[in-house]
């Protein structure tokens, strides 16, 4: 790791309302070059009318983090990436809103300071893809911006997180925690979105292929649909308690 010397944040003991478009965040960054992080302090973006920036307070590692670490898909020959900064399984705290942001996504009252979940990409919600609710289809999605076009603290990995509009963002309640919310955007909003498509009814059996994160969320997905068994299958004894306690 280098630059550790700035892993102290800025303005870490001033309170939101003294942000500026000059405020600073550490990120961290990944080089492929030599395979390094660096924290690195980059400035916030300049905060628009009905964007959001979400003070990050915990990231999980998603499998797909791990598949971006190591390159897969990419060809042994392939030149090194530009640096970047990972994480999209995250959760934080409004540490300031767009003047036209009162609400979250539910029309519930928003501040700085509320807890939220939300999404990590950005389709246009407007287009025939978007206006059907497949929001995966939507051409004119944007999601992270390579750091080398838009050098600014926004990630996961870092401590702020810059939610564009138009975006989905709720409140969380006080009894889910910030570890247990950090996956919401992903592992959870995935396999909800393959229950939803596959039609699991109240009654329904289910086979869970894997206690991994997606299954672990899955199992507790089922359950809450109402399923009447969901079965897990998986090769680890800790991997399959933890199914347990979520409903297998
Ligand atoms: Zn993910
Ligand atoms: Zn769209």
């Not at 630059?3 to 961290?28: C, I, V």
């Not at 499998?63 to 959760?91: C, K, N």
């Not at 396999?191 to 329904?204: K, N, P, S, W």
Request: hydrophobic share 40%.
């Amino acid at each position: 790791m280098r630059g550790a010397n700035t892993l102290e944040p800025s303005g870490k003991q001033r309170g939101y309302e003294d942000m500026t478009m000059t405020e600073m965040g550490t990120s961290a960054v990944w080089h492929d070059s030599d395979q390094s992080w660096e924290m690195r302090e980059l400035p916030l973006p300049e905060l628009e009318a009905d964007a959001i920036q979400v003070r990050v307070r915990a990231t999980s590692v998603c499998g797909s983090d791990l598949h971006i670490w190591r390159g897969d898909g990419i060809p042994e020959d392939a030149p090194p990436r530009e640096p970047f900064v990972f994480g999209h399984e995250m959760m934080g705290e409004v540490a300031k809103m767009g003047n036209k942001i009162t609400t979250d996504s539910l029309r519930r009252p928003l501040k700085e300071g509320d807890r939220v979940a939300f999404s990590y990409f950005f389709p246009c919600a407007r287009c025939y893809n978007c206006l059907r609710g497949e929001f995966g289809a939507c051409k004119f999605r944007l999601g992270r911006t390579p750091l080398e076009e838009w050098p600014v603290c926004n990630g996961g990995f870092a401590q702020y997180y810059y939610l564009r509009s138009p975006n989905y963002v709720f409140k969380l309640p006080d009894s889910i925690s910030n570890a247990a919310a950090a996956p919401i955007n992903c592992a959870l909003a995935q396999v909800y979105e393959a229950m939803h498509l596959g039609g699991v009814r109240l009654g329904d059996n289910v086979v869970v292929q894997g206690a991994g994160g997606l299954g672990v969320n899955a199992t507790a997905v089922a359950r809450e649909l109402g399923a009447s068994k969901v079965i897990v299958i998986d090769g680890q004894k800790p991997r399959l308690d933890l199914a347990m306690q979520c409903g297998a």
